[in-house]
T-cell receptor, first 116, second 112 residues
Framework: SQTIHQWPATLVQPVGSPLSLECTVE??????LYWYRQAAGRGLQLLFY??????ISSEVPQNLSASRPQDRQFILSSKKLLLSDSGFYLC???????????????FGDGTRLSIL | QKEVEQNSGPLSVPEGAIASLNCTYS??????FFWYRQYSGKSPELIMS????GDKEDGRFTAQLNKASQYVSLLIRDSQPSDSATYLC????????????FGAGTRLAVHP
């Protein structure tokens, strides 16, 4: 069965520091991968998605970036964190193979990021 | 802008009752619809997918889809206190790439 791992679970960082969050998926090949952010009491905001190695699409202009160095690895980064970057960061995957309709997305446990 | 709308709640129902959660969407071309459950402080968990008009049942959950009215709902029968959570509706965006738009969620509170 497929599993998704995301770490760390919580992170406290000072303003201006760098960020690296990692997500890996097991049990599937060529998944679609996603990074979301959820502010407290709010909905999910799609930040980046990837349909293959090295293919990244950005949804929201910001100081974050994403990379996909391997098929099942997705990394969210920042060179300098802002206070507004605080939130709950979620990685998700969906089946990237063909099929009728759109496949559901499955989420990791998330990283709660606090910027001080 | 394409949107997914949900009543934020809280929707309060007594234990054993039917909880009805509603969602409307603006993209007429959307083909796939999902309901996720999110407990406080946790990540969303997929509970139902629906692709065709009508009802789809899975245990105590029933998803209902009406594409003409751009409306999708989730019924929870025999509600339990453990069902207390925020329920997110998600709708795919037309144009491929398997992107979903999520509603802000409806908070459900089931009281004994």
């Amino acid at each position: 069965s497929q599993t998704i791992h995301q770490w760390p679970a919580t992170l406290v960082q000072p303003v201006g520091s760098p960020l690296s969050l990692e997500c890996t998926v097991e049990g599937t090949s060529n998944p679609n991968l996603y990074w979301y952010r959820q502010a407290a009491g709010r909905g999910l905001q799609l930040l980046f998605y990837s349909v293959g190695i090295g293919q990244i699409s950005s949804e929201v202009p910001q100081n974050l970036s994403a990379s996909r160095p391997q098929d099942r690895q997705f990394i969210l980064s920042s060179k300098k964190l802002l206070l507004s970057d605080s939130g709950f960061y979620l990685c998700a995957w969906s089946d990237g193979t063909g099929g009728i309709g759109v496949q559901p997305q499955h989420f990791g446990d998330g990283t709660r990021l606090s910027i001080l | 802008q394409k949107e997914v709308e949900q009543n934020s709640g809280p929707l309060s129902v007594p234990e054993g009752a039917i909880a009805s959660l509603n969602c409307t969407y603006s993209d007429r071309v959307s083909q796939s619809f999902f309901w996720y459950r999110q407990y406080s402080g946790k990540s969303p968990e997929l509970i139902m997918s629906i692709y065709s008009n009508g009802d789809k049942e899975d245990g105590r959950f029933t998803a209902q889809l009406n594409k003409a009215s751009q409306y999708v709902s989730l019924l929870i029968r025999d509600s339990q206190p453990s069902d207390s959570a925020t329920y997110l509706c998600a709708v795919n965006l037309s144009g491929g790439y398997n992107k979903l738009i999520f509603g802000a969620g409806t908070r459900l509170a089931v009281h004994p």
